[in-house]
């Protein structure tokens, strides 16, 4: 995995915590995303994909800077459910599973800003989006995206997400769904002059306090018809998905997950 959380696509995992069983014994390797923060005992642990994680080198790895508090990251691990800490007594007592942390790269993280610039007119030095899609999981308030560009390898872009606050969702479409807009926008911070090759960033985006506030409102909106267990709503995620040359219009695409409503009443 490149700096910035930015890596060649191989294949695309529809989720962030992969597994694989080594023959002949209870070891699982796998990948997953998570936040570093503290648990019982101030204890520190990854709110992940997986479960909450402790790994012994994750201490050696904050004492040399390697790893900060709150920081999200993408890593791989090894799990041994053998061993004594792994045992259910131990991980009901603890509330984690102990893992060794093979290798990690931390993830950016961007903030979900309340105002929206012109969505009709390109921002200084725009780049189109191909796609922009959920992956993985909402943990600790930031909500992981991955973005997919065509560009140069060595083009570094910085991104942004954010919403109208004065209309604050939701807008009604055709079908009757309320849907909460969010825009997606990525920025060039260098240029370059090489081939085009799709790449993929993963994001972390603290989205907390949005989904909580469209949540409180998509359940007073449904009123007597709201569900805890199934009730959702939709979050639209709209990005650039082509800029003209000459003319400088813009293509609009949009990407929609369903989330439950109570998941984000008090996250």
């Known amino acids: 995995m490149k700096r910035n959380g930015l890596f060649l696509i191989v294949a695309l995992l529809s989720v962030f915590c992969v597994t694989s069983c ?9 990948q997953a995303i998570g936040v570093l923060t503290y648990g019982d005992g101030y204890t520190p642990i990854l709110k992940s994909s997986l479960g909450p994680v402790y790994a012994p080198n994750i201490i050696t790895m904050l004492d040399n800077g390697k790893m900060k508090m709150y920081g999200c990251y993408i890593f791989s691990y090894t799990l041994d459910t053998d061993l004594p800490e792994n045992s259910q007594s131990v991980i ?25 610039v012109d969505t009709s007119k390109v921002v200084s030095d725009e780049f189109a989006v191909t796609s922009v899609y ?3 999981s909402f943990l600790e308030g930031f909500l992981f995206i991955s973005q997919i560009v065509e560009q140069p390898s060595d083009l ?3 991104w942004s997400m954010s919403y109208d606050y004065n209309t604050m969702m939701p807008s009604e479409d055709l ?17 370059s002059d090489k ?16 989904l909580q506030s469209a949540a409180s409102r998509e359940k ?28 400088q ?17 008090d996250y």
């Open 249 to 265: 219009n813009i293509t609009w695409k949009t990407h929609t997950i369903d989330v439950l409503i109570s998941s984000f009443l």
């Open 92 to 116: 009901n007592a603890n509330g984690y599973y102990t893992v060794t942390l093979n290798a990690f790269n931390e993830l950016p993280q961007y903030t979900v800003d309340p105002y929206l």
């Open 175 to 191: 079908d009757g769904r309320n849907y909460y807009d969010l825009f997606v926008r990525a920025s060039k911070k260098n240029s």
């Open 156 to 158: 570094e872009l910085e």
């Open 22 to 30: 080594i023959e002949g014994n209870n070891v699982q390797e796998g």
């Open 195 to 210: 081939s085009l090759v799709s790449m993929q960033y993963l994001n972390a985006y603290k989205i907390g306090n949005y």
């Open 220 to 247: 007073a909106l449904l009123g007597s018809s709201y569900n805890e267990s199934s009730s959702k709503l939709t979050l639209r995620f709209n990005y650039v998905y082509s800029i003209d040359k000459e003319t």
């Open 134 to 136: 959920e992956e993985g």
